[in-house]
């Protein structure tokens, strides 16, 4: 009886340390869908949330700050001393889509690309990921910190956040060229002078859309807001992109996004876009040649005027030696008091607003027989320290 006991009492243990393991099997299940899912998110990135944790997670950097911060500084140029960093892979998330302006430096690749950080340790960095779960920007934050930069902050809600609160976004070559391939509806819209750059060549299916003439001919866009609308210009440094992006989203435009890259990536890509368009006089007509310019420059800067048409931001941020500062859309009315005793030059950081305002000197000063631009892409230092590379054609 007793034997019989015992075994009863061992098979009652038994089915309940079975019960206890079924149950944490079940346990572990459930947290096999979202749970585990946000627990991979932790560790890779590879997917994000739209609502903040209830309780701050232990890895979360100690400086969080949200959408309207980062915000203010999504302008190009970049504001000076502020670097906005997309700690995802590269490949797999920012060529498909990140915050305008942003730099890629994956954190797995961080140790290894530290020069790109500022030389400046009291720079404002602030890192985003893949929204409240991924971890990737924490652990940039922490790094960029360990190596002394004394004003790190995370934008926790990262690119999902951004995207679903109806911003615009910045893309990469491989989703314009899916976007084509798709036959799905889209605009591509190329914001650089007509005359000077589209001309000359332009990515495939694209229309021309100048900035400057944006308000007189928003009549091309479409009437359905909702089409995906891709706004493009001269690369990185061309801030032509994000402004005509921004006026569209004033008109009410929800799927917007900007290719920063540009249409130098593209070429790059695949060589030429659109064949360029014939006309009577050449697009290149009236550019100088950027070694005539660059020894000017050096033996004898008083015989030209230097005439920058950037904003005045981008003026204040670095510029020429001597340069006079008139952004294009002011051009027009100064026209007439400009000099033609002298050989002007019109300059930017692409060539594309300098290119627009040699052809408007052209119709409003025909008399200035000495005016040209400088058809380049030109990296300025505030010291008066420049870099101009000549585009490819």
Not at 131 to 153: P, Q
Not at 186 to 209: E, M, N, W
Not at 212 to 231: N, T, W
Not at 363 to 387: E, H, I
Request: glycine residues 6%; proline residues 7%; charged residues 25%.
């Amino acid at each position: 009886m007793n034997t019989m006991r015992k075994q009863l009492t061992l098979l009652a243990v038994l089915a309940t340390l079975l019960g206890l393991v079924a149950t944490g099997c079940a346990a572990k299940s459930e947290a096999g869908t979202p749970a585990q899912a946000a627990a991979s998110t932790s560790a890779d990135g590879t997917a994000g949330e739209l609502s903040p944790p209830s309780q701050t997670p232990a890895w979360y950097y100690k400086d969080l700050v949200d959408s309207a911060f980062i915000e203010q500084y999504v302008k190009m140029p970049r504001p000076e001393n502020v670097l906005i960093i997309d700690s995802r892979p590269y490949k797999t998330k920012h060529a498909l889509g990140y915050i305008p302006t942003s730099v890629s430096i994956p954190d797995s690749e961080f140790d290894k690309r530290t020069a790109e950080l500022p030389k400046n340790k009291d720079a404002l960095l602030i890192f985003y990921c893949e929204g409240y779960a991924c971890k990737l920007s924490h652990n940039s934050a922490k790094k960029a910190e360990a190596l002394g930069y004394t004003n790190v902050k995370v934008y926790a809600g990262g690119y999902p956040v951004w995207k679903s609160e109806g911003r615009y976004t910045a893309i990469g070559t491989p989703v314009v060229e899916e976007m084509m391939a798709s036959g799905k509806p889209y605009l591509l819209v190329d914001a650089r002078p007509f005359k000077t750059k589209f001309q000359q060549g332009s990515i495939p299916t694209a229309i021309s859309l100048p900035d400057s003439d944006f308000e007189a001919r928003k009549g091309q866009l479409p009437a359905d807001k909702s089409i995906p609308l891709v706004f493009f210009c001269e690369g990185f440094t061309c801030k032509l992109s994000n402004e005509s992006a921004r006026k569209a989203e004033k008109l009410g435009y929800t799927n917007i996004m900007v290719y920063e890259a540009g249409y130098p990536a593209w070429v790059e890509a695949h060589g030429s876009g659109s064949a360029p368009v014939t006309t009577a006089s050449s697009a290149n007509e009236g550019a100088i040649a950027v070694a005539q310019f660059e020894q000017t420059l050096k033996n004898n800067p008083g015989s030209i005027v230097i005439v920058d048409v950037r904003d005045a931001d981008e003026f204040k941020a670095g510029h020429f030696k001597n340069a006079r500062n008139i952004p294009v859309a002011e051009l027009e009315k100064q026209l007439k008091s400009m000099p033609k005793d002298k050989p002007v030059v019109f300059v930017c950081s692409t060539g594309a607003r300098s290119g627009e305002a040699y052809w408007m000197a052209r119709d409003v000063r025909p008399d200035m027989d000495k005016v040209y631009f400088l058809d380049a892409t030109v990296t300025y230092a505030k010291d008066g320290a420049y870099s101009i590379k000549a585009p490819k054609k």
